[in-house]
């Protein structure tokens, strides 16, 4: 068979995994579906021992090769699109597409862009906080009992990204900002926003999102990322120069002497 070499531009990330031998069997599935490689962050127990029992030999290579990050922001940090995993729906966690539907898309972004599958903890999935750095979520479809184990999750997307594989894309996308370059910009577009008054600073992140999940939809290059920052230190700059004319327009003329 085969394989199209795009899967290797797939990762699957672990945020704060508890069980090494979720990890283990998470890379034996890596490797079955023929994907990029595995980033752990931050896990309870690393130990190595363990994962190496459940990956078996064949995906040995993947846990020695694992990257582990101490914190989430920094481990997506070079990847220009990111898929985040949630058995939680309601809120601010939708749209929600179904690993089928999500996989069937990915592919236009895989030829210029590295994709991150993101999963979270065993027992408490990806927070609020973290499903902020997403473009998309996913949810796999259940008929009950909706916990499913971590590398059975892991198992069911990497399968239907190895099945979208043999699809041919319907566009290429272009490259995109990695994920740095874009919470940089988040970072100045909040801080302004907070200044003019047009989210309330008491819970900015919240009042984020939409704007977050607008970006998302449109897919930012870094020449784009680029020109709203500098459109955002103009809007700094001249909020600053109007307030030092306000200032001096009420200062008293002195008086001459």
Not at 181 to 206: C, G, R, T
Not at 215 to 227: A, P, T
Request: proline share 5%; net charge positive; with cysteine.
């Amino acid at each position: 068979m085969t394989v199209n070499p795009l899967l290797k531009k797939f990762f699957i990330v672990l945020n704060r995994p508890r069980i090494p031998e979720n990890i283990g069997a998470s890379a034996r599935a890596i490797c079955n579906m023929g994907l990029g490689g595995l980033v752990v962050v931050a896990p309870e127990n690393p130990d190595l021992e363990k994962m190496l029992k459940m990956a078996t030999h064949k995906a040995a290579h993947l846990i020695k090769g694992m990257k582990i990050y101490s914190d989430l922001k920094e481990a997506l940090a070079n990847f220009g699109y990111i898929i985040g995993t949630t058995a939680r729906t309601g809120g601010i966690r939708k749209p929600i597409l179904t690993p089928r539907e999500v996989a069937a898309g990915l592919f236009q972004f895989a030829a210029q862009n590295q994709i991150a599958i993101v999963f979270g903890s065993e027992d408490r999935g990806l927070t609020n906080q973290e499903i902020r750095f997403c473009h998309q979520l996913v949810k796999i479809p259940v008929a009950e009992f909706s916990s499913l184990n971590l590398a059975q999750a892991v198992m069911v997307i990497s399968y239907e990204i190895f099945l979208a594989s043999f699809q041919p894309p319907q566009r290429v996308s272009p490259r995109l900002a990695t994920s740095q370059e874009l919470e940089l910009m988040y970072e100045k577009i909040k801080e302004i926003l907070i200044k003019i008054s047009f989210i309330q600073p008491e819970n900015p992140d919240h009042w984020m999102m939409n704007i977050r999940r607008f970006f998302s939809r449109i897919g930012l290059r870094s020449n784009e990322v680029n020109l709203i920052m500098g459109i955002c230190r103009q809007i700094e700059w001249f909020g600053k120069a109007r307030f030092k004319d306000q200032n001096e327009s009420l200062t008293p003329e002195k008086e001459n002497k």
